[in-house]
């Protein structure tokens, strides 16, 4: 009761001794005559559960799937646990109410759920400096992430370049396919006959070229 008379005693500050206001504060009096009830839960004893169980608050979603029992295409029965004395309870209600109920906690528009504060701040004035000084850092690990045998290593804790029997670094010599047989001589014959179309095309430019310097060929014009 005192948390209740606190509260609609800030509230009717603010907002003025109005007549809506009046009509309110008198109405919750009513229809809340054991007070406000207030959960403070025992097990946060420090800032870092504190931070924690906020985090979770704000990801979550308001009910969890999973205490949703059953849905007959108008009412929905789910399951909640009760502070008070810890008890499951099993309620039902129709569609729209329990719409009504989940939806309260839909934050309003541009509501900042979650705020960044020291570097992860939009006007952090070091955090410039700070970037600056790392990216030499990020872009040499980034480059090393780049490669197919770091990736492995991270993805499965297994290094694809060591031996399993000796335990020295292999080499990459060649992958085989069974269809299409040795990648290594199908890239070798691939890179030989393009460079081969490559040093004709070449050629004959040249030779229309030095025909051209030395009077060979006579350009014709339309």
């Given at each position: ?8 005693d ?5 907002v ?17 005559d ?61 569609a ?18 979650i ?55 292999m ?8 269809d ?33 310097i ?9």
């Amino acid at each position: 009761k005192r948390w209740q008379k606190l509260l609609l005693d800030h509230l009717e500050e603010l907002v003025g001794k109005k007549s809506e206001a009046k009509k309110l504060k008198n109405k919750l009096y009513r229809d809340k005559d054991k007070g406000f009830y207030v959960h403070a839960k025992t097990q946060i004893k420090s800032a870092k559960i504190a931070a924690k169980y906020i985090g979770r608050y704000v990801g979550r979603p308001a009910i969890a799937e999973s205490r949703i029992i059953k849905y007959d295409g108008r009412n929905i029965t789910f399951k909640y646990t009760r502070h008070e004395d810890n008890k499951t309870i099993i309620e039902t209600l129709n569609a729209h109410e329990f719409i009504k109920k989940v939806i309260i906690h839909i934050p309003e528009k541009h509501f900042k759920m979650i705020r960044y504060f020291g570097i992860y701040s939009r006007r952090s004035k070091k955090k410039d400096n700070f970037i600056k000084m790392l990216d030499d850092k990020m872009i040499k690990l980034r480059k090393a992430i780049s490669k197919w045998e770091y990736r492995i290593l991270a993805s499965f804790g297994i290094n694809p370049c060591k031996c399993p029997r000796c335990g020295e670094l292999m080499k990459f010599n060649d992958i085989v396919y069974g269809d299409n047989g040795s990648m290594r001589e199908y890239f070798k014959k691939k890179i030989i006959s393009e460079g081969k179309e490559n040093l004709e095309k070449t050629i004959e430019l040249y030779a229309i070229t030095k025909g051209l310097i030395y009077g060979r060929i006579n350009p014709t014009t339309t």
